[in-house]
């Protein structure tokens, strides 16, 4: 009754969303932010996955002793009451020989669900990764080895939907039954006998289940990737520890990558030099003819800077980078830190809206038409069109464009990150 209710509240307020239903008043308690939750994929992929929700959080998973100390925001959600009906009939006749039966069936049912004034708490994902970033899941707790056996993925409850007052769930059935069986006619001494027998049977149920305030119906997870070596991470794509880099580094980092933009050969080689390092693996850099024994100091001074998550984020923005076409790789090789930090403003203004932009609204760096035309040929080279008229700014994505765009966006983010504050 109660995982009806909350699956038909998801129905009325997010059937197309990321919120999962819970289905067990006793799971309300397990569900606090950062708990963590198994998610089991079934064996059809038309099939939902399960999600099973554990008495861990993710602090009991990682090594050390210091316990992660989650920052959830709270906000109201919305006011909810639900009726559902439901009526059912059916009538099964048969026949064999003398004898015939009928068999109906019909049933109503009504589910009440006022779960009230519902808020929401939501988890400082970027915030907990970077508390969490220089530590490592224990490879050895019996939850990750199970993880292991089944092929199952740990996540982690991001957002959660609560009861503000208790409140009640109400369901009434009722159910009407009727058999009725012929037997007849039978010669029996030169007599004709005719059997008839007839049942009716109804039931009817009237149940109310009460909710105390506080009571977890919805959630949302984010899933985690454990790697061998104990590293963990999420599918969310996160650049923001390349800012918290301490100026030396970042600024020698930037001036590297455009350096390298300009070679893919070296850019590629930059990637699985990266990806080496995210997947655990030890990497010797002296061993490393390629490169020349001025390349190898300043690399290895500039890898030493890069902790777990600052490490994810500059593969990440390599990663990104290696997609693009020569022509875009070649604009932004010598693209300017204030027309970067102006063009990915731009570029998040124009994803936040549906709409056309002010031409106000464009920074005052884009202002000058060979910055403007800058802009222009960068998104052009991933297949973007930016329009503009004497009033509206606003861009329009080709067909054949596919995962550019993207890879464009994270680029122009992580550079103008690195940049900011470089003259």
Known sequence: ????????????IDPEGSLIHVSRVNDSKKLVPMALVVKRNRIWFWKRPKYQPTDFTLSDLLQGDTVLSPYVTETEFVTYRGTFRGNLSGTL???AGSASITLEGRGSSKLQSCFGNLKKEELDVKKLLRDSSSRLVDMQKPLVQQLEKRADVLAVVKERILTTDSCSITQTKSEQCIFQGILGPLGMLGNSVKVKDSNNIEAESDVSLEIPSGTVIAYSVLELEIKKNGHYGSEEMDLSPLAELPQ?????????L???????????YM???????????????????????SQRRSLSALLDTLNPA???AAHLLVSAMEELPDQTLSLLSESRPDFLEAFDALMCSLQKSSEPLSIQCLPVPLQDNQAFQLAEQLLSSTNVTLKRDSYRLWSETGNEAGFLPLVLSLSI?????LCKGLK
């Open 93 to 95: 006749e048969t026949e």
């Open 310 to 312: 600052r490490l994810n």
């Open 248 to 256: 030396s580094p970042r600024w020698a980092l930037f001036n590297r």
């Open 271 to 293: 990637e699985c030099l990266l990806e080496e390092l995210c997947s655990g693996e030890t990497l010797d850099i002296a061993k490393h003819e390629e490169l020349s024994e």
């Open 413 to 417: 983010q992580g550079l103008s990150l």
């Open 258 to 268: 455009q350096e390298t933009l300009r070679d893919r050969t070296a850019l590629s």
């Open 1 to 12: 009754m109660f995982s009806k209710a909350t699956a038909n509240f998801l129905r009325q």
